[in-house]
């Protein structure tokens, strides 16, 4: 019952964020991540990580950029977290979280952002990137010793797409990878969703996909969407997640997160919304806001980066910085 309150009380407190700028001094929109044009590429350049196989399919080798807080050593067990990009399950690139992977490296996390198959690479499904994706958060878990991970303390974190793919690893049961060892479980213990796609259909009546993209989204999903749509697979004993989305977003709905937020919310998990008003798909990543200057143009970004920080600083994957 408390964990229950304290989840309405911290909807609550995001909602009275919808309404409100989250102003930033100057030390932080001074702050500047990495030029994505450098990182958006495929494959992407990643300055700062070491790359580790984590998965073989035929001939496909999945990628692992790691990167590790100054001065880390197999002894350490640091809470990390696994990144999936986005690209509706057909394109993209793990450049996508390189700011992220940085950020959080120098916050004391081992910070890991993945390549999976798609559909433009691979001729991939989604229910294939869901295999990928519980296949990282299982090599992430299996290699934790070696790596210096907390096995206990490993969030899933992803946009778009790769939202969705980071709520599955945690909703979805099945889609395991039979050669691997599924005594090992795949799921992250934290989800950090940016405008995840939660729904791929209409659920009870609400309107939480736009309606000209059900007939496309069934049918890149093998007309089986509600089998990994993490909104139909909400239940109890989930592991706390933190979703930060656009209210303005036409390509994720935000009435989406609303209702996956209440559920999980409904089931005693603790679910963070964190609403941004007006803001579009994509909005966190870095350097949006063509026209603008360059500081300005990635407020959006550190908007979400001071509450991720909060987020995790409440879970006691990172301290308070100095």
């Known amino acids: 019952m408390a964990a229950r309150l304290r989840s309405v009380v911290l909807l609550l407190m995001a909602l009275l964020i919808l309404g409100a700028d989250l102003t930033l001094p100057d030390r932080v929109l001074a702050s500047d991540p990495p030029e994505p044009a450098t990182s958006w590429k495929y494959p992407p350049d990643m300055p700062g990580s070491r790359i580790e196989i984590y998965k073989r399919v035929g001939d496909v080798s999945l990628n692992a950029y790691i990167f590790e807080p100054k001065g880390h050593v197999a002894a350490d067990r640091r809470p990390a977290i696994v990144f999936f990009f986005g690209g509706g399950w057909r394109g993209g690139t793990p450049g996508q979280f390189l700011p992220h992977c940085q950020h959080l490296a120098e916050r004391g996390m081992v910070a890991i952002s993945v390549d999976y198959r798609v559909k433009s690479r691979q001729d991939a499904w989604p229910q294939d990137c869901i295999e990928d994706a519980k296949s990282a958060i299982r090599w992430t878990r299996k290699n ?100 930060f989305h656009g209210t303005a977003d036409p390509t994720v709905l935000f009435a989406s997160v609303e209702e996956f937020a209440k559920l999980m919310i409904a089931a005693g998990n603790r679910c963070d919304l964190m609403p941004h008003k007006d803001q579009i798909h994509g909005f966190f990543n870095a350097g949006r806001g063509k026209g603008e200057s360059r500081a300005k143009a990635n407020r959006n970004y550190h908007r979400t980066i001071i509450q991720l920080d909060a987020f995790l600083k409440s879970l006691g994957y990172i301290e308070t910085q100095q």
Do not use: C, W, Y
């Not at 070696?146 to 303390?153: A, E, F, K, M, Q």
């Not at 939202?163 to 934290?190: C, M, Q, V, Y």
């Open 144 to 243: 934790a010793k070696r790596l210096g991970i907390d096995p206990n303390r490993i969030a899933a974190g992803g946009g778009s797409a790769g939202g969705h793919l980071a709520a599955a690893t945690a909703t979805i049961k099945g889609f395991e990878r039979d050669s691997e060892d599924t005594s090992i479980s795949s799921s992250p213990n934290a989800m950090v969703l940016f405008n995840p796609a939660v729904a791929l259909t209409q659920v009870d009546g609400l309107k939480l996909v736009p309606e000209d993209k059900l007939d496309d989204i069934t049918e890149r999903t093998q007309g089986k969407p509600e089998e990994i749509a993490p909104i139909n697979h909400v239940r109890e004993g989930l592991p706390p997640s933190i979703i």
